[in-house]
């Protein structure tokens, strides 16, 4: 994630992560990354977010433990932003929090907005086809990328027929070990897209998506 982002922003840039939760892993990748000036919105509820299927499931007790953290959570997020913008003042990287769904807060805001979006939040069928559309609306048509975590295998029919079966899960354990909503939602929105270890990304430029090898963003003049 850090090649990449490396390889595509050079200088200043909007950026967006859906999904933030402890705020320590991916959040820091992009604020260490970041290039000065540049603006990160980080949106996450902070509110447990396991659906009853999930929660049937009684060989997964994880479900309950982490809906058990989600203040936990929010407080970390925010203390990491606290010491990251104490440290690092002079690259003057404008934060902004948010504790709210994806789906109410996205949508006010406006089309081609941000150079880059990542999108870890609710993993289940509904929530990640809307997160994913929002993005399509959201990103810069001239220049951006959407990536996004867990996509743990690249669609093909099979998986595409079990995951609608399984769209209110989070993740299907035994044989299949994906999160069938991740999946379902990325195979419908684009035809294809790059992923390395369940990281996937695809590249908007010139208003076209595209899995083709990434240029860097151009410079402005």
Request: net charge negative; charged share 25%.
């Amino acid at each position: 994630m850090a090649k990449l982002f490396q390889a595509a922003f050079p200088s200043a840039i909007s950026a967006l992560e859906i999904g933030v939760w402890y705020g320590v892993g991916s959040t820091n990748i992009w604020l260490e990354n970041l290039q000065p000036n540049s603006s990160l919105f980080l949106v996450d509820p902070w509110k447990p977010y396991a659906s009853a299927d999930d929660l049937s499931d009684p060989e997964w007790q994880g479900y309950k433990q982490m809906d058990g953290l989600s203040t936990d959570a929010y407080l970390s997020a925010f203390l990491n932003v606290k010491k990251f913008q104490a440290e690092q003042s002079h690259k003057q990287i404008k934060i902004h929090m948010t504790r709210g769904e994806s789906s109410s807060f996205l949508p006010m805001l406006r089309d081609d907005c941000f150079d880059f979006i990542y999108i870890d939040g609710d993993h289940k069928y509904e929530h990640a086809k809307k997160d994913i559309q929002q993005a399509k609306r959201l990103v810069n048509k001239k220049f951006g990328i959407i990536c996004g975590d867990d996509l743990d295998r690249q669609p093909n029919p099979e998986l595409i027929e079990i995951a609608k079966n399984h769209r209110n899960r989070d993740y299907l354990r035994g044989e299949q070990q994906f999160h069938p909503g991740v999946l379902l939602a990325v195979s419908e929105e684009f035809p294809a897209v790059n992923m390395v270890n369940g990281i996937w990304w695809i590249v908007c430029s010139g208003g076209r998506f595209t899995t083709e090898i990434l240029k860097p963003a151009p410079q402005p003049h």
